[in-house]
């Protein structure tokens, strides 16, 4: 989110690694890779990684950025295969990898990236794959929950709930969670970098899905929509007749083709008073982020985990 | 292969790992993995899993049950995303996860149980996770490099042979290794298992490619030419003007459509003297496991090994 820090070295290793691990003598899957890879992102798993362990009393923030890498390298992986199921073709503002190398390649590249989280993972040991592997687990399990709302095109606050519990948190939580452990810390202080974690995942996939109703295409990379066109979108889930006016000063960027039934869901959730209320949720889970955080003895690190929240809370793409 | 053996318990406790490891909450993650895991299958990665865990001088061959699971989800999970990538509609005589959940769902049970093998093999420690780790990025570069050759529709034999070697000998031979291993073998008898294994998954998947075009439709579970139609029989590798003949008496079994290309293609090869070629190169490579397992102290584990060997080599599905 910001390069002035005090994981700047780890975090420039971290993108060295993401490079570095992809280079298969298989070109099309090193080059498939690559363009993933390289194509920005917030990095913010990699970041709470190495934070946690800082803020957990780690001494050697560099032992961390495989895992760190292998936290980023899941996210990418499954970035892949969503944009094969949502057919979209724009991600971070560049071609998709099923857009230009085809279906069967980006089926092919995402594993090969899965595969490389357990290549960076396995020298970890025990516990941490542990982790990891539930982590994933649940996380194409949220996938999956999301995909059967979106067919049946129905979402109650409940699943919702439980989709981006799993599908966002789990991967924060458990980039939390093993930054703790591996900086050694005792089982209070790991839970309640676990807490913040997954309050801080709750609140960034909100804030994510808000933005894809509100947010500028410019700035987001891709259509505004997007995600509402598979039926992701937070707002599916309260879009149920509650009155309340809606306005922000992007909202008449967006051209309004009438026949177009996404366009029209996002002009008619707009009008609902859908989007304030999931900011007063996103705002609700960064509370219980802070109150975890608060836990936390003070450190320049602890701080920088704080201020992430609020970064993640005010962000615009 | 044969169910009345030294590891018939085991063997038992693989299938019950199998079903009980997929029980996820989200139903259609579990039947859809339920539907490819109970469909099945020659367990043969398992089996020789545990009997090289024996052959090594294993004494709790128990203790390689979720290892062995683990190896065959690993194949489990690439056939569902192989089917999505060929179109294929039949596995095993029956519909394939594809065909039944449509693509989306497929895709997200294989990567479901890939996390699943994740699962299965975190507890063992880093040796057996990089073994692992190895073999999936080996096997995922073996299925890209496949794509990629049935694309150009050019297949020459060195390029076969590297696909083989890394879509399925890797797997073969990370089971025998980590068989080995975890029966505490020295550095020699693991790499004699680990050359076995490779050199049984060279013959397996030659002969594989073989019944792709000569095997029986009904005992193979799918239609002759399956393989051939995505470009990957090894027949391609080998339809070089060799003249010779070729004679099987299933061959009248199936249908010549002529306007049919793949058709076409499977009559030319099967007049060309590529299927005897292919027959060749099996039984050289089954020579190279058997010289391998020979090393091997003799054992009623490595007897049935050896006796592998001849089944895969003379199996008709």
Redesign the interface.
Known sequence: MKDQDIIQAEMTAVEETLTSVIN???E??YEASQHIVSSGGKRIRPRVTLLAYLAAGGQDAMSAVNLASALEMVHTATLV?DD??DHSLLRRGKITVHARWG???A??A???L???V??L??????FY??V???A??K???G???Q??AAKAGEMDRNTYKKIISRKTASLFEAAARMGAKLAGAGETLVENLAAYGHNLGLTFQIVDDILDIIGDPETMGKPVGADLAQGRGVMAAQNGGKSGSFSHDRQGTTTIIEDDPIQKMMTSLRESGAVEIARLQAIEMADRARTAIKTVPPSPAQAELANLIELVLERDQ
């Open positions: 298969s003598d298989v099309l899957l295969h094969i199921n279906r069967t390649f089926l092919l995402g594993d090969y899965f595969t490389k357990y290549e993972m396995a020298p970890y040991g025990d794959n542990v990891m592997a539930d994933c687990v996380l194409v399990e996938e999956t929950l995909a059967i």
